[in-house]
């Protein structure tokens, strides 16, 4: 028996749409990984981007649990002395909400050339508006 593997070119693609509003980050997050992987598929070949496109709407009505929206910090460092930027995800709501889920979702897939065309399917919004209608984005329940 020889071992299935999948090609790129042979991989169809569909479009998601996650509606994120009153979810948990987490929860939405690691669907939305899911789905940009194509882990769901019977066709999954670990170096091969066989996912899908995931379209994230209401990106600022998505939850965190318990005091993460005060106490959870995110780092980033610029390069020069002391210039460490700290926030929580109280300020990031209030000045980029869509970032919230482009972190989490990050997180989830691999830190490596694969993952970087993972991420680039990705697709997060503020509202309920989206530009993707052309493709017939099919709805995805977060349960």
Known sequence: MKTFSAKAQDVERKWYVIDAADK????????????????????????VDTGDNVIIINAEKVVLTGNKETQKIYTAYTGYVGNQKIETPKKVRERH?????????????PHNRLG????KKL???KGT????????PESFEVA
């Not at 909400?97 to 897939?109: S, T």
């Not at 970087?116 to 991420?119: F, G, L």
């Not at 508006?129 to 017939?136: F, V």
């Open 24 to 47: 948990v980050l987490g929860q939405v997050a690691r669907e939305a990984a899911v789905l940009l992987r194509g882990k769901h598929k019977p066709i999954f070949t670990p170096h």
């Open 116 to 119: 970087s065309a993972v991420y």
């Open 129 to 136: 508006e989206h530009p993707h209608g052309a493709q017939n």
């Open 123 to 125: 697709h997060v919004y």
């Open 97 to 109: 909400p869509e970032l919230l889920v482009e972190r989490a979702v990050k997180g989830m897939i």
